[in-house]
């Protein structure tokens, strides 16, 4: 089992749809959890964390926490066609280093 | 210069060279972060440095890859004896780790691209 997991998509959505992004993990005592986007050819950046049980909201990204369940999503209200990128989940270990890892990542397309 | 910086931006060499990739990180960063990722590819960890502690290198694919970290802020990523498949970008991030370890936002520099002929 990989210790970050995620669909690789595509996922396409509709302009205005909400996309839905998921990401498990397998580290039971990770503390922290992070969203990054990367667009084609850049360096990824990050767009939400977050740290307890439950939703965080930030404009139109809501991350949501499941500790007990060990998955953590991203929700894209309203998606634009510029959301259009590589979703990646990072969880920050504890057993064996506080080291962060990444998953693979998923490829979102919002058309137009 | 707010960001991370990387240097070259790009990296053209003859297999069997060695290279060194050079990360200027956020000034006040502890941490340091090398990643690879290779074409559509999700980010490979490559070591871990924090502040004073011996660096994680448990990302490190071979003994021809090697990092280090001066003075707890530029960090060089050597590899010697390049074989094609080194060929990718190779991605530094550095953050500002709170204590136990959490948090860790890492902000990410430009990357190099690598290419072994």
């Known amino acids: 089992q990989k210790e970050v997991e995620q669909n690789s998509g595509p996922l396409s959505v509709p302009e205005g749809a909400i996309a839905s992004l998921n990401c498990t993990y397998s580290d039971r005592v990770s503390q922290s959890f992070f969203w990054y986007r990367q667009y084609s050819g850049k360096s990824p950046e990050l767009i939400m964390s977050?740290?307890?049980?439950g939703d965080k909201e930030d404009g139109r990204f809501t991350a949501q926490l499941n500790k007990a369940s060990q998955y953590v999503s991203l929700l894209i209200r309203d998606s634009q066609p510029s959301d259009s990128a590589t979703y990646l989940c990072a969880v920050k270990t504890i057993t064996g280093g506080f080291k962060t890892i990444f998953g693979a990542g998923t490829r979102l397309f919002v058309k137009a | 210069g707010a960001g991370v910086s990387q240097s070259p931006s790009n990296k053209v060499t003859e297999k069997g060279k060695d290279v060194e990739l050079r990360c200027d990180p956020i000034?006040?960063?502890?941490?340091l972060y090398w990643y690879r990722q290779s074409l559509g590819q999700g980010l490979e960890f490559l070591i871990y440095?924090?502040?004073?502690?011996?660096?994680?290198k448990s990302g490190l694919p071979s003994d021809r890859f090697s990092a280090e970290r001066t003075g707890g802020s530029v960090s060089t990523l050597t590899i010697q004896r390049t074989q094609q498949e080194d060929s990718a970008v190779y991605l530094c991030a550095s953050s500002l780790p709170g204590l136990a370890g959490g948090m860790d936002e890492q902000f990410f520099g430009p990357g190099t691209r690598l290419t072994v002929l």
């Open positions: 977050i740290y307890s049980n």
């Open positions: 000034s006040g960063h502890t941490a």
């Open positions: 440095f924090q502040g004073n502690s011996a660096p994680d």
